[in-house]
C-alpha cells in the first residue's frame, strides 16, 4: 500500500463523511426495524410513552445545510491529505502530486 506519512488518517476523513452523510439522510425518518432493534435497551413500552423516538433526530434544514457544505470540504480535505501523503511518501513526485490532485478535484466537482 501506498503512503503511510499520516499513518493512513487520512481514510478517517472519509470514514466521517460517510457517518455525515447518513445523519443527512436519515434526518427526521422513521427508523427501521433495525434502527430499533440496535436500541436494544428500549421496550416497547417506551415507544408508547415517547413516540417521537420511532423517528431518528430531526436538525433544522439550516444546520443539514451547513453539515452537506462541511461534507464537500471534508472530501476535499481528505483529497489533499491523501496527495500530500504519497507526495511525503515518495509515492509521487511533485509533477504526479500536481497531476493528480487537480484530477481528483476536478473529479469532486463534477
Known amino acids: 500500500m501506498s503512503g503511510g506519512a499520516f499513518n493512513y ?6 470514514y466521517m463523511v460517510d457517518q455525515i452523510e447518513e445523519t443527512v439522510v436519515k434526518n427526521g425518518v422513521e427508523k ?3 434502527d430499533l ?3 436494544g435497551w428500549r421496550d416497547p413500552d417506551w415507544y408508547k410513552k415517547y413516540p417521537e423516538d ?3 433526530y430531526k436538525y ?3 444546520v443539514i445545510e451547513k453539515m452537506k457544505e462541511g461534507i464537500e470540504v471534508l472530501k476535499r480535505a481528505q483529497i489533499y491529505a491523501q496527495r500530500i501523503d504519497w ?3 515518495g509515492d509521487d513526485g511533485e509533477e504526479s ?7 481528483e478535484l476536478n473529479e ?3
Do not use: A, C, M, V
Request: charged share 40%; hydrophobic share 30%.
Open 9 to 14: 488518517d487520512q481514510y478517517k476523513i472519509g
Open 32 to 34: 427501521t426495524p433495525e
Open 37 to 39: 432493534k440496535n436500541e
Open 54 to 56: 420511532l423517528f431518528h
Open 60 to 62: 433544522p434544514d439550516e
Open 87 to 89: 507526495l511525503l511518501s
Open 97 to 103: 502530486f500536481l497531476r493528480r490532485l487537480e484530477e
Open 108 to 110: 469532486l466537482n463534477k
